[in-house]
């Protein structure tokens, strides 16, 4: 009987190995750095955020936007709850599309209300062509939600951690009370806006 060689079967285990690595170098990166957050549901999967990355990357450096648009586009069907949806409608607010832009964060808003940046920017856009009612609605919407919110997010004592309180917690508390407070100030000069000058 023919006996094995321990290298040659060492040296075909190590080939594979390799192999793999090179073929799903990508896939095994995003698996290394983000599984944790994708398991306990706060990151997308890997396909679909790396399209959204690709084109938020590239309408921040404000190039090759049909592409970006296409990347959004294929993310967005892929999971319509990601931040593409968000960065469809920066794009068309960088396009001067302000009618898709402020469609396209009113949708990203159903989804996802806790982005402060969508709700500032549909407030903003909505002001700028004229409709301060829609805007002041608008703004008023969102400090509702934040209102409501806010006390769920107030941090409680965490004795499974080194400090007081969860310091994730505490940010997220802290983001929460920085965007309630940008929203009424939306609201204070919308308004404002409204009031009739004294002559």
Same mark, same amino acid.
């Given at each position: ?134 805007? +002041?609605? +608008? ?10 919110? +806010? ?49």
């Amino acid at each position: 009987m023919r006996r094995i060689d321990l290298r040659v079967v060492t040296l075909l285990v190590w080939i594979a190995l390799v192999s793999l690595v090179a073929v799903y170098r990508a896939e095994l990166r995003w698996a290394v750095e983000e599984l944790p957050q994708y398991l306990e549901g706060d990151v997308s999967a890997p396909a679909e955020r790396s399209m959204y990355r690709k084109a938020r990357r590239l309408i921040r450096e404000n190039e090759e936007l049909p592409r970006a648009e296409e990347l959004l586009r294929r993310s967005y069907e892929i999971d319509p709850t990601s931040e593409a949806g968000y960065w469809l409608a920066v794009l068309y607010e960088k396009r001067d599309e302000p009618e898709r832009a402020i469609a396209a964060y009113r949708a990203y808003l159903e989804i996802d209300a806790t982005m402060i940046d969508a709700w500032i920017s549909a407030i903003e856009l909505e002001s700028a062509r004229g409709a301060r009612d829609a805007a +002041l609605e +608008l703004a008023r919407r969102g400090v509702a939600f934040f209102e409501a919110e +806010l006390p769920l997010q107030r941090p409680e004592q965490d004795g499974s951690v080194e400090s007081r309180f969860n310091e994730k917690a505490v940010e997220t508390y802290a983001g929460y009370r920085e965007s309630l407070q940008r929203l009424r100030s939306a609201v204070r000069r919308l308004e404002g806006d409204a009031a009739p000058s004294p002559d």
